[in-house]
């Protein structure tokens, strides 16, 4: 075989879904003259807030920026603790500490991979005064009841819904029912703008806020400035950010957002295939959806328990050596040198380290075919020991 047909052998684990109309969306904006921030960017905003049942969306760089900016309009700083799931990509705790708060890493549920209220309290700590809650890999976190342990102390919840665009959660979108939500346009999620991200909310005062910070913390916007003939002087209130999306980037967002409904779909299919597969092999559990809500498969982990005859790490060279890209789990936050020694108030964090070290994330996107989707299955299959 030769290389060339060793790479179009190949199957990823994620692929964005991008095709000619996003290339001419993105011809529109360059032919209008303005790239930057602008009226694109306002459009995707709202039509993001219509999706997702939002009263304001405020567009931003990525979602680590967005975490930033929602805890900063929260008013989180130094001195304050932050619970987060270690059972997460590190830009969660990241933001807490961007911000000068504390993090403190919580445990995770077994069967979703999301934080808890019961996994929440463990960690509380007398300082905390936020908690980031993340819809890990998708799967909508189980939020009234973690709203109920939060709302009465003061603690404001963050639902870091990276990777949950098109999920439900108690029959609505995921992140509909916080009070500051952060989303990623990132290429390995299911709605991509390259680079991107945005935070909802239902608080106006957080909305304009976090649309002043973005950009500066400037009195007037550049858009405004550049649609005045005279534009108006600006100040500048406070310490900001350069934190904005660019209408190339929303113009993008626009296009994928009106595939979504399609791509979810796609999805929860190749998910469902996955799942039918693999049910009665003893020693695998894919990931599901909890009974509170649908997940998107933004992620489609399956957990190699000690009755499967290869580890996860064995099981990662296997599909690999049949051409086959998979990639090992959620990372655990907390072994990471950044976060040496970070504090877990009383929290035991073993189902984290457990999900971290025996999952892997199985190829999963729109436009994966049958046959090679077969090609996964067979590959895993083997690996079990059946023909």
């Known amino acids: 075989m030769t290389i060339s047909e060793t790479r179009l052998a190949r199957i990823d684990v994620m692929k964005p879904w991008l095709g000619e109309e996003e290339t001419q969306a993105v011809a529109e904006v360059i032919a209008s003259g303005w790239v930057a921030q602008g009226p694109k960017v306002r459009q995707f905003e709202d039509a993001f807030a219509a999706e997702q049942q939002a009263d304001f969306a405020i567009a931003t760089s990525s979602c680590t920026s967005a975490l930033h ?31 000068g708060a504390r993090p403190v890493f919580a ?40 709203r109920a342990l939060c709302d009465p102390l003061g603690i404001i919840v963050v639902e870091d819904a990276a990777c ?52 500066h913390a400037m009195s007037v916007s550049a858009a405004d400035r550049h649609a005045s003939l005279l534009a108006p002087a600006e100040e500048y209130l406070e310490v900001g950010f350069n934190y904005r999306m660019t209408d190339l980037q929303a113009a993008v967002g626009l296009v994928q957002l009106g595939r979504l409904q399609a791509v979810v779909q796609r999805r929860r299919q190749l998910a469902a295939t996955y799942a039918n597969a693999f049910a ?43 051409g086959i890209s998979a990639r090992r789990g959620i990372m655990a936050a907390h072994r990471q040198p950044a976060y040496s020694g970070a504090d877990t108030g009383s929290a035991e964090l073993g189902v984290t380290e457990w999900l971290s070290d025996h999952t892997l994330i199985l190829p999963l996107y729109h436009e994966l075919s049958l046959q090679d989707q077969v090609r996964v299955i067979d590959s895993v299959l083997r690996a079990a020991g059946q023909p």
């Open 280 to 322: 009665g092999v003893e020693g695998l559990r894919l990931v599901s959806d909890p009974h509170y809500g649908i997940s998107n498969f933004q992620s489609c982990w399956l957990e190699i328990g000690p009755a499967f005859p290869l580890g996860r790490e064995a099981l990662l060279t296997r599909l690999a050596g049949d």
């Open 164 to 215: 949950a665009i098109g999920s439900r959660y108690r029959g609505r979108p995921v992140g509909s029912n916080a009070e500051l939500a952060a989303w990623s346009f990132h290429p390995r999620k299911i709605l991509t703008t390259g680079e991107g991200g945005m935070i909802t909310t239902p608080r106006q005062e957080y909305g304009d806020r976090a649309r002043r910070l973005r950009e």
């Open 107 to 146: 445990d995770v549920d077994m069967h979703t991979g999301c934080v808890t209220a019961a996994t929440i309290k463990a960690a509380l700590t007398p300082a905390t005064t936020a908690v980031i809650a993340v819809d890990q890999g998708g799967v909508p976190v189980d939020l009234e009841p973690i």
């Open 69 to 99: 900016l929602a805890l900063a309009v929260a008013g989180v700083g130094p001195g304050d603790d932050v619970v987060v799931p270690s059972f997460s990509f590190i830009a969660t705790a990241n933001a807490a500490t961007y911000v």
